[in-house]
């Protein structure tokens, strides 16, 4: 799905009004997302990174304007259903993304947060409770998607990591050289497996861990929810210590 060419009506939940000066040669259409360009603080069809400022909710053609020569009246908190890329019955309360003013989607990398899934109509199509004053529920920071087995290093620290393909498995470095981060499982309830593999000499320790040398933590697949999450927050001389720990994980038998 591309950026919007043409309005698009939303079925919107009526919530907070605001108006915000338009950006140079633009047209913003009724129905996109609405971004603000950071430097200047022009709205503008969203771009994935953009402060999120509300929904558009009538079109606002500034194509052969000056920057601020109109202003764009944007729902800024409220209900819309969007479309939402891999939207299941079981996604209610997910924090929903945008990456353009038309994609929307579970996946942080790349986008911008707008709100949470309030209720599900169908496959791929999400009731989204949005409001331009909440904060990331991830922390921000920089994102990674892992689709593939990686191992950590010393740069991975800090990162939040989102895994959404199965049976791959994340290795972590000796803890001679600490990694700290957040592993996020981003697959549908269900489909994916995260595994946490340490080092022949290591253990994973943590909350209900019976720790042993070389033996992964994992995200049960059978009841893995988008979100479960842990994170890697301190090591001792065994291993790693998981200091959350969200979701049905157990340790390698």
Known sequence: MATLTTDTPRDFSLGEFNDVPVI?????????AVGMVEASGHARPLVGGDKFVG?????????????????????????????????V?????????????????????GGTFIGYVARFVSAGVVIVKFNT?????????????????KTFDVEDTGKTFFIDTDATTTTLPAVATPVFCKVVNIGAYGTVAVNLSPQAADMIEGPDITAANDKDLINTKATAQRGDYAV??????????????????????
């Open 89 to 109: 019955i079981t996604d209610l309360g997910q924090p929903v993304y945008a990456t353009d003013d038309n994609v929307f989607v579970f996946l942080p990398t």
């Open 133 to 149: 004053e909440w904060k990331d529920p991830y922390g921000g920071g920089v994102y990674e998607t892992l689709s593939a087995n």
């Open 232 to 253: 890697l927050g301190n090591i001792d001389a065994d291993g790693y210590m998981v200091t959350e720990l969200v979701g049905t994980w157990a340790r390698e038998a």
């Open 24 to 32: 140079a040669s633009e047209i913003i259409y009724e129905g996109a």
């Open 55 to 87: 929904m558009c909710t009538q079109q606002a053609d500034n194509s052969s304007g000056a920057a601020a020569a109109i202003n764009v009246r944007v729902l800024a908190s409220g209900q819309a259903s969007l479309s939402v890329s891999g939207a």
